[in-house]
């Protein structure tokens, strides 16, 4: 009996000692997850954007083989010499967009400010026989209405420095002008002139819609400056236009199509934080457009003429944007 008391008591010893060493062993302590904060891959900027157009658009009516010689049976030209404009403009694309390929869209919105600019000035050739001018008439041109929408979309593509794009753009148009004042010649059967002293003589209206390919080269070597130029292309254009010469009662509505467009472009840019300040110029052209002209005389309702009637478009454009990143 006195040895198993011994022996029970050795093995309580044993067993305290045993639970004194794992308790003096610190337990492992399993490290919190942390979970990393996802990272913004792309941003929208938004911000004003402020400039001038320097241009003209054009009012075109083709002749026939048997009216004149000229290629032109009359022609207006009508100035946009400047007009200033406002607006904003939209961005979606990566917040580094030279860190991989991606997605980038945009709009762009400008209104112009009513104002006069430059002249209106109308030319017909009427006689078979040669190309001389048959009348002429100039007036003050004012700008009454300058409305521009553009939107983009597209991928982008960086390499070291330097990133391209390619993209789809459209754009519409409105433009809204009246000539009042001035004179004019008529040679028909003799040779006159007529003073528009305080008559508003004529109006014409142009509504473009286009669509275009384009695309872009531009580098940051030099950041935070950065430098891009661009060009869209494209022959897919329609213009709706509507005249009114005011004093002769009679409204012509010309709906042409299908000519050239195209607009190089520059861009400079200086990033501050999540703000980018931009200075841009650009070129639009587009070729004279052919269609249809229906003629309504003294309001006895519309029929179809038999020459083609066109429109065209000249526009330099200078602007300021500040873009916020959002």
Same mark, same amino acid.
């Given at each position: 009996?006195?040895?198993?008391?011994?022996?029970?008591?050795?093995?309580?010893?044993?067993?305290?000692?045993?639970?004194?060493?794992?308790?003096?062993?610190?337990?492992?302590?399993?490290?919190?997850?942390?979970? #990393?904060?996802?990272?913004?891959?792309?941003? =929208? *900027?938004?911000?004003?954007?402020?400039?001038? +157009? !320097?241009? $003209?658009?054009?009012?075109?009516?083709?002749?026939?083989?048997?009216?004149?010689?000229?290629?032109?049976?009359?022609?207006?030209?009508?100035?946009?010499?400047?007009?200033?404009?406002?607006?904003?403009?939209?961005?979606?694309?990566?917040?580094?967009?030279?860190?991989?390929?991606?997605?980038?869209?945009?709009?762009?919105?400008?209104?112009?400010?009513?104002?006069?600019?430059?002249?209106?000035?109308?030319?017909?050739?009427?006689? #078979?026989?040669?190309?001389?001018?048959?009348? =002429? *008439?100039?007036?003050?041109?004012?700008?009454? +209405? !300058?409305? $521009?929408?553009?939107?983009?979309?597209?991928?982008?593509?960086?390499?070291?420095?330097?990133?391209?794009?390619?993209?789809?753009?459209?754009?519409?148009?409105?433009?809204?002008?009246?000539?009042?004042?001035?004179?004019?010649?008529?040679?028909?059967?003799?040779?006159?002139?007529?003073?528009?002293?305080?008559?508003?003589?004529?109006?014409?209206?142009?509504?473009?819609?286009?669509?275009?390919?384009?695309?872009?080269?531009?580098?940051?070597?030099?950041?935070?400056?950065?430098?891009?130029?661009?060009?869209?292309?494209?022959?897919?254009?329609?213009?709706?236009?509507?005249?009114?010469?005011?004093?002769?009662?009679?409204?012509?509505?010309?709906?042409?199509?299908?000519?050239?467009?195209?607009?190089?472009?520059?861009?400079?840019?200086?990033?501050?934080?999540?703000?980018?300040?931009?200075?841009?110029?650009?070129?639009?052209?587009?070729?004279?457009?052919?269609?249809?002209?229906?003629?309504?005389?003294?309001?006895?309702?519309?029929?179809?003429?038999?020459?083609?009637?066109?429109?065209?478009?000249?526009?330099?454009?200078?602007?300021?944007?500040?873009?916020?990143?959002?």
């Amino acid at each position: 009996m006195k040895n198993i008391a011994v022996l029970s008591v050795l093995v309580i010893i044993l067993s305290l000692n045993s639970y004194a060493d794992e308790s003096e062993v610190p337990s492992a302590e399993v490290p919190s997850a942390e979970v #990393p904060s996802a990272e913004r891959n792309y941003c =929208f *900027s938004l911000g004003p954007q402020f400039g001038f +157009v !320097f241009g $003209q658009a054009l009012e075109i009516v083709y002749s026939l083989p048997e009216e004149t010689k000229n290629e032109f049976l009359s022609e207006l030209i009508w100035d946009m010499k400047p007009v200033f404009y406002f607006g904003i403009q939209a961005q979606f694309n990566r917040v580094d967009l030279m860190k991989k390929p991606g997605f980038f869209s945009s709009i762009s919105f400008k209104a112009g400010i009513p104002a006069d600019s430059g002249i209106m000035e109308d030319r017909d050739w009427m006689w #078979p026989q040669n190309s001389d001018l048959t009348r =002429f *008439s100039s007036h003050t041109n004012k700008t009454d +209405v !300058f409305i $521009q929408l553009d939107a983009a979309a597209g991928a982008s593509f960086p390499t070291n420095n330097n990133l391209f794009k390619l993209f789809i753009g459209g754009s519409w148009m409105r433009f809204l002008f009246t000539g009042r004042d001035g004179y004019g010649i008529y040679n028909d059967l003799y040779t006159k002139e007529q003073n528009f002293s305080g008559d508003t003589v004529i109006s014409y209206q142009q509504d473009w819609l286009l669509l275009a390919i384009g695309f872009s080269a531009g580098t940051n070597i030099f950041y935070p400056f950065s430098f891009d130029i661009s060009f869209q292309i494209s022959p897919l254009t329609y213009c709706a236009a509507i005249d009114n010469h005011l004093l002769g009662d009679t409204i012509f509505r010309d709906f042409t199509e299908f000519g050239l467009f195209f607009e190089p472009s520059f861009n400079m840019s200086f990033v501050i934080k999540h703000a980018e300040l931009s200075l841009g110029l650009n070129y639009r052209y587009i070729g004279r457009t052919k269609g249809e002209s229906y003629t309504n005389k003294k309001d006895k309702g519309y029929y179809l003429e038999t020459n083609k009637a066109g429109a065209g478009l000249s526009m330099l454009d200078s602007r300021f944007l500040v873009s916020i990143r959002l």
